[in-house]
């Protein structure tokens, strides 16, 4: 069983940043991706970046030049630096996690969630 944990969400001012961290435990022989997710009230969730095992990112349009995801292979974590945060920003940001277990079973996993609130 792979959980995820996350970690770093709070209130923040306008232009203000913040960073994200999520880990993941359990029986984990690789992770393939790891991206961040994010659901406003009332609205879907939604991609907002990514990034494979070696490395590739994509970010969703909104959040191009202000958010960085980022992670750490060797301790299967990930994490998202926020910049330049704006009021439409806020949200609950999911981790997720897709890769092969030790037995060799495929997984995809969600975290808890964190909230993110900018105030204007």
């Known amino acids: 069983q792979v959980q995820l944990v996350e970690s770093g969400g709070g209130l923040v001012q306008a232009g203000g940043s913040l960073r994200l961290s999520c880990s993941a435990s359990?029986?984990?022989?690789?992770?393939?991706?790891m991206g961040w997710y994010r659901q406003a009230p009332g609205k879907q969730r939604e991609l907002v970046a990514g990034?494979?095992?070696?490395?590739?990112?994509n970010y969703a349009d909104s959040v191009k030049g202000r958010f960085t995801i980022f992670r750490d292979n060797v301790k299967n974590a990930v994490f998202l630096q926020m910049n330049s945060l704006k009021p439409e920003d806020t949200a609950v940001y999911y981790c997720?996690?897709?890769?092969?277990?030790?037995?060799?079973?495929?997984?995809?996993?969600w975290g808890q969630g964190t909230l993110v609130t900018v105030s204007s």
């Open positions: 359990g029986s984990i022989l690789s992770i393939n991706v």
């Open positions: 997720n996690a897709n890769g092969v277990t030790r037995g060799h079973q495929y997984f995809g996993v």
């Open positions: 990034i494979t095992s070696g490395g590739m990112t």
